[in-house]
C-alpha cells in the first residue's frame, strides 16, 4: 500500500513539474507577438498555445487548463497588463476553448486521424466563442476600461480593412478570421513536432 501510495506521489509531482514547465514555455513564448495584415494592432499572433497544446496531448485537457493558467499569470507577472485583466481573462478562456477540447477528443483514441479532428474541433471551437466573447463581452469591456468608445476599435479595424465598418464586421473580417489562422498555424506546428517530444513527455 505504502509503494503504490509511493508512486502515486511520484507520478503527481512529475506531472505538476511538466506542467509548470510547460507552463513557463508558454509565457515566455507569449512575449513574441507578430501583428497580421488583415487583422487591428491589438489582435496580434504569438505561439504560446503550442506547449500548451502538447501538454493537453500529452498530460490530458485537464492538465492542458493548467498550463494555459499558468502562463497567463507568469506573462502577468513578467509582462503586466494594460487591460485591467480583461485581455488575460480573454486569452485563458479563449485558450481553453481551443485546447481542452483538442485534448479530450485526442485522449480517447491517439492517433493521428484522431489528433486532426480534436485540432479541427478546437480551432472551430476557438473561432465560435471568440466570436460571441469579442461581441458581447470584451470589446464592450476594453472600451469600458480605455475610455474609448467601440467606434475606435471600429476604426483601427477600418484601417487594415476598409471593408470592417462595425462592430459586426470587426468580428467577421477580423476577429474570426484571426482564430481560424492562429488555430490553423498553431495545430500545424503541433502536428509536425508532438511525436518528438512526446516521448519526453510520458517519461
Known sequence: MKSEVSVRTRQSTKTLTKIGILGAVSAVLMLFEFPLWFAPSFYELDFSEVPVLIGSFALGPAAGAAIEFIKIMLNFILNGTVTGGVGEFANFVVGCAF?????????????????????????????????????????PLYAKVFGAPVQAFIDMGNAVNPAIVDLKTLILYAVVPFNLFKGTVVSIIVLLIYKRLSPILHK
Do not use: C
Not at 110 to 132: D, E, N, Q
Open 99 to 139: 485546447i481542452v477540447p483538442a485534448g479530450y477528443i485526442y485522449k480517447r483514441n491517439k492517433t493521428l486521424k484522431t489528433a486532426i479532428i480534436g485540432l479541427v474541433v478546437g480551432t472551430l471551437s476557438l473561432a465560435i466563442l471568440g466570436m460571441f466573447l469579442n461581441y458581447y463581452l470584451l470589446i
